[in-house]
Every structure is written in C-alpha cells, then in structure tokens.
C-alpha cells in the first residue's frame, strides 16, 4: 500500500476526476488509514511504499505492478501523468528482494492483471494493451484470459470484476463477481462460460467501485456504500466488510486500486 498524503485530483485521466472539484488530503489519509488497519485486524502484513511528491495517483498501489511466484512484473503506464510511478515501484519490488521483470508493453499492473486460480484475468480496452497478456503469459507460464472492458467509466479490469477467492476449490473453480456491462460481447460469452456460478453485480454498487474490492476467501473488504452487493456476498456465505474510501474514490480509486497483492511473496529487508 501507499499513503496518500500527496492525494489531490491536479489532472483528468478517467471519468471520476474531476481537477476544478475541492479534494481534502486529510480525509483521504484518514480512509487509506482506516483499510489499513482492516487489513492488519484480518492477520494481513500490510508493506507500505513511500509516497512521492508529484505523484497524487500513486495511492492507487495496484497499478504498480503484477507479483507471482517472486517475479515483480513491472507497470508501463499509458498516461505521462502516471509514468514515474513506474520506477518507484519497480525499485520498492528490487529493494525488498524480487525478482524484476521490466515491461516492453503497456500495462498498469494488477488493476488489469487479476489471478484466479492458476488463470489470469487480464483487462484491456483503456489502459494495458493486448500485448502485454502476452508477455505476462510467457513470463509467468500461466494461461491468460484477455477480456476487453468498453466503459470508460472502469478502465481497469479490478473496477469491473473482483475474484472472491484467492485458492480454487475443490474442482478448480473460484468465485468472481462482475459487471456485465462493462465487457464486449466475446468477452461476456467467456466469463459466462469459465464462471457460470459467478455473482453479477449492479449498475448501482458498480457505479462506486463497488466491485473494486478484495477478498481472503471468507472476508471481502468493499465499499461501504455497495450495500446490495455486501447482501449478494452474504448470500453465499462471504463476510462483507465495509469501508468509506469516498475521498479517494476523486480520483477514480476504492478498495482494490489502493491493494497490491503480493501473492504470498516473501520479502527481504530493504537493501
């Protein structure tokens, strides 16, 4: 995770950002604070990178890169904007003992990356490129997924789809949600078909990041306004727990834009 005591809205690079609009730091690190400290209340190790000035977005700890198997597969961000984020994470991911895996495509990270079982979801349609499903493919020799988002409103794959459970089941299946609108036809037809038992969110819980949340199996921490779908959680015998990220959710981010899994990683001190 990253604090957010750089947070403001300064550009426009997706359809929640809105720079003539007040943002509050305070209140954005009082929220970032409150999901931290669910994180550790549910037995996580929670590892915080610096936060940088200059760099309002890099709260959004997801898009710094996809970690498997102790290989950090670094971001390569579309937008200028967002570009020295990069080398930020990339450095953290060295420092602590991974193995770094420089990008050649464009790609954002576990906003468009999801691991769900031994399959990686991968989003594509505003931020990543198709390419990079490729490279992560041959890099990380686990099949991949391409599934193209067409609403500019989630332009990461995390803002439109959520994996429910980290390990698959039994019959190698795991749980998702997501929204059907957000995804093209081809798209639909392969979630339908590889996760027939999914949940389908609404419009309304989508529409505040709702789906942007993330999960231990049991516990899946959400936005606290997605109340429908904290009752469809419920339903099949998930643990919704809620938080307020509203002030961050300016800058287009909730529960899961701010939560880089590292995947059971196992780092080295800083060197």
């Known amino acids: 995770m990253c604090r957010p005591s750089h ?10 950002m809105h720079p003539d609009a007040p943002t509050d730091t305070a209140r954005a690190l009082a929220q970032w604070q409150r999901l931290h400290d669910v994180y550790e209340d549910l037995g996580f190790e929670v590892s915080v990178i610096d936060d940088r000035a200059g760099l309002p977005d890099m709260v959004y700890a997801a898009n710094g890169g996809f970690v498997l198997d102790g290989i950090a597969y670094g971001a390569k961000f579309q937008h200028p904007e967002r570009r020295p984020e990069a080398a930020a994470y990339m450095d953290w991911f060295a420092a602590h003992g991974l193995t770094v895996a420089e990008p050649h495509e464009v790609n954002e990270g576990e906003g468009d990356f999801l691991l769900a079982g031994d399959v990686i979801l991968a989003g594509s349609g505003f931020r990543s490129a198709q390419a990079s499903h490729a490279e992560l493919a041959r890099l990380f020799g686990r099949e991949v997924l391409t599934l193209t988002l067409i609403d500019p409103r989630f332009y990461h794959l995390d803002t439109a789809l959520a994996v429910l459970d980290p390990e698959p089941g039994p019959d190698g299946d795991c749980t998702i949600a997501y929204l059907e609108s957000a995804f093209d036809a081809p798209s ?7 996760f027939p038992d999914a949940i389908i969110a609404s419009e309304a819980d989508a529409a505040i990041l709702g789906l942007n949340s993330y999960s231990d199996g049991r516990n899946v921490v959400i936005a606290e306004r997605a109340t429908r779908f904290a009752g469809q959680l419920r339903e099949r015998g998930y643990d919704p727990i809620g938080v307020d990220l509203s002030e961050l959710l300016l800058g287009g981010g909730g529960v899961k834009c701010c939560t880089l899994d590292l995947h059971g990683a196992h780092l080295e ?3």
Request: glycine fraction near 0%; aromatic fraction near 16%; charge should be positive.
């Open 269 to 271: 001190a800083a060197r």
């Open 188 to 194: 639909l037809a392969t979630l339908r078909e590889r």
């Open 7 to 16: 947070f403001t809205v300064s550009y426009r690079i997706n359809p929640w």
